[in-house]
């Protein structure tokens, strides 16, 4: 069983910075990819960043330039590295890891952790 555990999230001013993690309970090379994705109340939860197996990484638009994606191997934990937050991110953040084949194929989600930026 996969488990995702997210951690990081908090309350910050405008302009600040918080590193959220998504540590794996198993090797997150079985995962094809790994996403960060976000929900705010009354919205539709949105994808922020993914990064691949073989290292390659995706930020959405809203927060190119200031979001960043990194994984840690030896950890088995990936990190969403957030600068100059604005009151906008304020989400529940998830994780979500994808195995695209064998018999672990499916989605897992963290548990979120929420990040409230005030202006």
């Known amino acids: 069983q996969v488990q995702l555990v997210e951690s990081g999230g908090g309350s910050v001013q405008a302009g600040g910075s918080l590193r959220l993690s998504c540590a794996a309970s198993?090797?997150?090379?079985?995962?094809?990819?790994v996403s960060w994705y976000r929900q705010a109340p009354g919205k539709q939860r949105e994808l922020v960043a993914s990064?691949?197996?073989?290292?390659?990484?995706n930020v959405a638009d809203s927060v190119k330039g200031r979001f960043s994606i990194s994984r840690d191997n030896a950890k088995n934990t990936v990190y969403l590295q957030m600068n100059s937050l604005r009151p906008e991110d304020t989400a529940v953040y998830y994780c979500?890891?994808?195995?695209?084949?064998?018999?672990?194929?499916?989605?897992?989600w963290g548990q979120g952790t929420q990040v409230t930026v005030s202006s």
């Open positions: 198993t090797n997150i090379f079985t995962f094809n990819i």
């Open positions: 979500k890891s994808s195995v695209l084949g064998g018999v672990n194929r499916g989605d897992y």
């Open positions: 990064v691949l197996s073989i290292g390659t990484t």
